[in-house]
């Protein structure tokens, strides 16, 4: 069964997905803090899979669930067991012996997997690269490099949660690297002598256009396979730097050119999405010489107000500012830039690299299929840290093995036809109704208070019942969305309703 997700996080929503899980040193026979990871990024065949073949908890104590740091909390071997009796069978193939599959590119420059860091504060140290690096990122786009005297407020961070804690959308007022453009230069000879297959793409501003050709320049010199130009940092307190500029297409295509003549380097333009549409500043960073873009960037935000003092978060010191939004909350956001990218004729040939929101490999999967040739992320590995490629190499590399597709190159691009940005070449003639599954249903009633004031009075609720009156129903599906039990699924067949 192709993509199963038999298992969700709420399965396991008491789980912190601990550092050096204390689960897994209690166990002797397997290791169920990763395979917990495993479920909780989407990959329940692969944590299946992972488990001895001789199973070991049926008759276990569970001193697992006795060391947990939640104790008795997180239903550790019941989950094993589900994952051995029910996952594991529906199985379609082993785990890949290897990840030839996941090769791909940057412009002609090897990457041994898709994912690398996004510019952040995740890639602004030799330390913090090489980690990433031994971890098994393909590269980092370090973080931005200028010649700008940067000093950050504290704090600089805030987030919306749901409801297990774990972050939903995610706001920074942070800038670019506070390392001097000497220092920089050194960390790039060093990441790159000793991680030479690794990518090292060097993410500038400049002030005007020859401090971009110089900056571009530089890191050429010392070290770097392609270079990000940041016209769309949110951030800067200057006028006319950041966003400002992938604002203007004059400037984006200005800039552009004045990097891509001081280097021989592939160059990528990164893009703000604080815009109606991307395609404008895209072809003009093209025009100017760009090898591909990058998108998007964090969207202009402000997260709450403190109903006490009127401040939003962050607060500094009794004030705060919008700031950049990322995190999984503006993945749709993201896809829409992606598709509005690879539908464009002007980028045909040009690299993209995606980002927005990508936690587990079904996100990067999702930008990979509207056009995406590589893709970057920061906000899931500032929440749980670069132990995630593991998953995302898994993930999609598994993916690939049950589809028999031979290289992720395959996908780029491959949902972009089933994408239309305007909805008037959607059929509208039949309907497709939902179904109940009457053996999950718990009689909770969601489903028709919903129907009844946010959809068109289609359900009936009689002995705690959902009835669907399909005289009324439109097919509009709030039914399916709002069950906690996941108790409804479309029907099997579209009725015609002329």
Known sequence: MLMKKMLKRTDMISCMLCKDAPCSAACPKTDPGSILRHVWFDNEDIAALSLPKNFPCTDCDAPCERSCVR???????????????????????????????????????????????????????????????????AGACFKTICSMDIHEASPRFSAITGDNGSILGFKNIEQLSDHTVAENMEIFRRLKKNYPTKFILASIMGQD???????????????????????????????????????????????????????????????????????????????????????INTIKSIIGVDPLTYVSAPAVNGKSAIGGYSGNAVKPIALRFISELGQNKAMQGKHISGMGGIETWRDALEFILLGADSIQITTAVMQY?????????????????????????????????????????LERDTVLFPAFDYEKCIGCGRCAISCEDGGHQAIRFEERRPKLDGKKCVGCHLCLLVCPMEAIRPAGKRIDRR
């Open 209 to 295: 256009e020859q401090e971009w050709g110089e900056l571009a320049k530089l890191c050429e010199e010392n070290g770097a396979d392609a270079v990000e130009l940041n016209f769309s940092c949110p951030n800067m307190m200057e006028e006319g730097l950041g966003s400002d500029i992938g604002q203007i297409p004059e400037l984006v295509e200005r800039y552009t050119r004045a990097a891509k003549r001081s280097t021989t380097i592939p160059v990528l333009a990164k893009l703000t999405p604080n815009v109606a549409n991307m395609s404008p500043a895209a072809e003009a960073a093209i025009r100017g010489g760009a090898d591909g873009v990058s998108a």
């Open 385 to 425: 840290g670069y132990r995630i490629i593991d998953d995302l190499k898994n993930g999609l590399n598994y993916y690939l093995a049950q589809r028999d597709l031979p290289s992720v190159k395959a996908l780029i691009g491959a949902g972009l036809g089933n994408i239309s940005a305007t909805t008037d070449v």
């Open 71 to 137: 104790a008795g909390e997180v239903p550790i071997r019941k989950l094993m067991e589900k994952l051995e009796k029910e996952v594991r069978p529906m199985a379609d193939i082993d785990l890949p012996a290897d990840e030839e599959r996941l090769k791909c590119d940057l412009c002609g420059i090897p990457l041994e997997n898709p994912f690398m860091l996004s510019s952040s504060v995740v890639a602004s140290t030799y330390d913090m690269c090489a980690r990433a690096f031994e971890a098994g990122w």
